[in-house]
């Protein structure tokens, strides 16, 4: 089985760079799901309170049998639970579907930036980190100026920041603030709806290695240094998408790729992104 390179976060910690996403995956078919990605060898999943699912998440990890030390399992708040109070509530209900003690993530969802209740929710997940009840913390959707508040508000610096990143949207400015910061990038939709899968960079590599446009593309997101965990309900796609550690893009193509942003969204924008 594959052996999955670790990134080193701000706080001491390692995370598993390529892992599994949830987001869309029905509440009852999550346990298959998720069970089959951990068959497959991924060791890192990657779900939210919103998305519905964190109980089936949480019985494939239990009938999984593997070592909770060998898992890395990220969830988010939702911005409803935005608040010190709140914040701890939530978790508690989280960690209770998850069947868990403890998550090795727990991301702020969007900041939401119509009030401020983000810099609330990040002194929340302080405490919850205090607590031992996440080992890491950070946040997800923050745009610089977000960053730099939060930074500016707590005692810890977030671990990572989850922003959506694909070949057509590589928000620059952000992963640079990020790094700025020493937070890691995650990237997701890191496949971006195939959006590019039929341009001549990711197309051509493809072939070059006698691999999927999606292979390329999470390729190139390993070996640009961000985190993934593409999501598939398909066990083939679930494998194929973990079956990435047997060629390399070249320099070229690598810079190739790069040359595909175009600023196409296909979520969105957390100037403007006000959920409740
Ligand atoms: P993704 O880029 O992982 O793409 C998923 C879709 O791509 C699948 O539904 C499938 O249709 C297709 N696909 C998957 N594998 C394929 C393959 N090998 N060949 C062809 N098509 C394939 O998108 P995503 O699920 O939106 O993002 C991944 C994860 O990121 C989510 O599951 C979630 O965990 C996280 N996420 C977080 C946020 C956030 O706001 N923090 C937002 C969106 C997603």
Redo the contacts with the bound molecule.
Sequence with gaps: MATVPTISLNDGTEIPQLGF????VPADEAERVVSKALEVGYRHI??AAIYGNEEGVGRAIANSGIPRDELYITT?LWVADFGRAEAKRAMETSLAKLGLDYVNLYLT??PAPATTRYLDAWLGLEDLADAGLARSIGV??HLPEHLDRVVAQGERVPAVN?I?V?PALQQRNITEANARHGIATQA???????GTFEDAPVADAAEAHGV?P?QVIIRWHLQRGRIL????VTDS?IA??FDVFGFELTTDELTAIDGLDRGERT?GDPATFNPE
């Design positions: 996403g949830v987001w869309q990657d779900t988010k969802h969007w997800s959707n989850q959506e694909h997701w939709t890191p496949l971006g709806r195939g999927s999606a965990f593409p999501k598939s796609r194929s998408n979520g």
